[in-house]
């Protein structure tokens, strides 16, 4: 968890006195390498570690861009709604890869994004998110949110294959719930 904390530091440093502002709607990619601490056996990258990037790569996002004073310094905190991730290749200790972050929409209450995670132009994982912005126990309004980031778009629907991901949430919880 330090190396968690302090690669949050990291990018906050870097986005305030180093690395050039960037629009919320514009595609973020970071190139990466795998350590031997995101190992699992010391060999491929564990699967709690493509989490971790993908983290990294959404808080990058929101301390380059105006979405940190918009959102964090007014008291709303983000929270993260679901999170699914796809694995079709392994990534090796010591080898780099390339972790892209695309916003596929939003709606009044989340905010859809996708993480690609390449190598040598092959997609090893690809990674969806929901996420929201809560202040008093309650998610904040995300147009109203983009509006004051100076997003022009009023609107970003979601494709219907990104709907489909997160469509069973819900029911799953309720499904599961131990009363």
């Known amino acids: 968890m330090i190396y968690y904390w302090i690669h949050l530091i990291y990018l906050f440093i870097g986005s305030k006195l180093f690395w050039s502002k960037t629009d919320l709607t514009s595609d973020l990619t970071r190139k990466q390498r795998v350590n031997i601490l995101d190992c699992d056996t010391f060999r491929y990258m564990a699967n709690s570690k493509y989490s971790y990037y993908m983290d990294f790569i959404r808080f990058e996002k929101m301390f380059r861009s105006k979405l940190y004073g918009n959102t964090v310094k007014k008291g709303m905190y983000a929270v993260l709604g679901s999170q699914k991730i796809i694995y079709k290749k392994p990534l090796k200790r010591w080898s780099t890869f390339t972790i892209t972050l695309v916003l596929e929409g939003w709606d009044e209450k989340w905010v859809y994004h996708k993480q690609v995670f390449k190598q040598k132009d092959q997609v090893c994982a690809i990674g969806y998110t929901k996420a929201a912005f809560w202040k008093h126990k309650k998610a904040q309004d995300i147009s109203g949110i983009f509006k004051n980031c100076d997003v ?11 709907q489909l991901i997160f469509d069973n949430d819900y029911s799953l919880l309720k499904a599961n719930s131990i009363t």
Do not use: L, P
């Open 152 to 162: 022009q778009q009023k609107e970003m629907k979601i494709s219907e294959n990104i």
